[in-house]
């Protein structure tokens, strides 16, 4: 039988199996409620589920039969004196509000990832890395929160004043504030960390989470007066390749990036006259670092398929072609983008 897939979905979390060649999905849990993010702990087996509740707030489950049945997991809180400096949504006009000093309070829990001897990461809105070593305690690590790129340490003070972390509305309220959604365990050294974060960039720990350091090397956002300042980008999300852990990949409000160097530099491998551009997912081959997958979407403020017709665009030479992928796919009226 082949691996389930996990999905999480705003009406619960699912599960898909494949049966005779077809495959199956069913409802496995949380119905009714947002499921941010839901994935297998390989080192345990034990399925987890990042929740969005709009009456009772962001809660941990986790289910230790496949998903048959959930208990609530540990709870995830910011520890007493924890705070940031925030910004709030630009205006229409373009016009930036100062930042202040906010109180952190858990927005949302929006990604999990595992490590090896057991470790568990969780990235959160406003843009927290917890981390456990049992699967019952979780802290915050306190050098990606208190880094210079988003004001240095406020639990002794009030820091420099200045963030290079803005915002992102993607929190169950709607509450506009940075948050990481992207972690990237290195499947050949434990210590080597990367997380990306809206709206900031990609950040590295060489030391397993000790000390950080930004990786926004080639890449460009379009919104901001300088294209190609060191912060202030916004990857959708960063994939690793297993075998080849030097490659990686991110789509991005600004194109598709990729690195061959282990994230030192990034080098913008879009098409748009293959359609590829923006998105939101990419998949990345086990073993070869240079093959790739993603769903592209007709632009930014326009998140469709494009021109109605949905297709998977591949590259096997590290984003200097793409492929087109339509068959067995919705070729007419479809403007869902997965």
């Known amino acids: 039988m082949s691996t389930p897939l996990l999905v999480g979905t705003r009406k619960g979390t699912f599960i898909v199996d494949r049966h005779n060649g077809q495959w199956q999905p069913r409802l496995a849990g949380h119905a009714g409620a947002g499921s941010n993010f839901v994935a297998r702990d390989p080192n345990t087996g034990t399925l987890w589920a990042l929740l969005g509740h709009g009456h009772w707030g962001a809660k941990l489950s986790r289910s230790t039969d496949g998903?048959?049945?959930?208990?609530?997991?540990?709870?995830?809180?910011?520890?007493?004196?924890?705070?940031?400096?925030?910004?709030?949504?630009?205006?229409?006009?373009?016009?930036?509000?100062?930042?202040?000093?906010?109180?952190?309070?858990?927005?949302?829990?929006?990604?999990?990832?595992?490590?090896?001897?057991?470790?568990?990461?969780?990235?959160?809105?406003?843009?927290?890395?917890f981390e456990s070593d049992d699967g019952e305690h979780f802290e915050l690590n306190r050098p990606l929160w208190n880094h210079p790129s988003r004001g240095g340490d406020l639990f002794a003070g009030d820091g420099s004043g200045e963030t290079q972390w803005f915002g992102t509305p993607a929190s169950e309220s709607g509450e506009f504030a940075a948050g990481i959604h992207s972690i990237v365990v290195d499947p050949s050294d434990a210590d080597h960390l990367m997380v990306a974060v809206s709206t900031a960039g990609v950040l590295e720990s060489r030391d397993g989470g000790r000390s950080w350091h930004g990786r926004n090397s080639g890449m460009t956002n379009d919104y901001l007066p300088d294209p190609h300042a060191e912060w202030g980008h916004d990857p959708h999300y960063v994939a690793i390749c297993p075998?080849?852990?030097?490659?990686?990949?991110?789509?991005?409000?600004?194109?598709?990036?990729?690195?061959?160097?282990g994230g030192a530099n990034w080098n913008n491998v879009s098409d748009p006259d293959s359609g590829v551009r923006f998105g939101f997912p990419v998949a990345v081959d086990a073993r070869d670092g240079r093959c790739a997958w993603l769903v592209p979407g007709q632009a930014d403020m326009q998140r469709t398929a494009i021109d109605g017709g949905l297709f998977v665009a591949r590259t096997s030479d590290g984003g200097q072609s793409w492929q087109?992928?339509?068959?067995?796919?919705?070729?007419?009226?479809?403007?869902d983008v997965v």
Request: charged letters at 15%.
């Open 243 to 261: 075998g080849q852990p030097q490659h990686l990949w991110q789509q991005n409000h600004c194109g598709v990036f990729y690195s061959h160097d």
């Open 67 to 129: 998903g048959a049945s959930w208990q609530d997991g540990p709870q995830i809180k910011y520890p007493p004196g924890a705070r940031y400096i925030g910004t709030d949504m630009p205006s229409e006009d373009g016009a930036e509000p100062p930042p202040k000093i906010r109180t952190a309070t858990l927005l949302k829990l929006w990604c999990i990832g595992f490590g090896p001897r057991g470790r568990i990461f969780v990235g959160t809105i406003p843009g927290g890395l």
């Open 324 to 335: 087109q992928l339509r068959k067995g796919l919705p070729q007419v009226h479809a403007y």
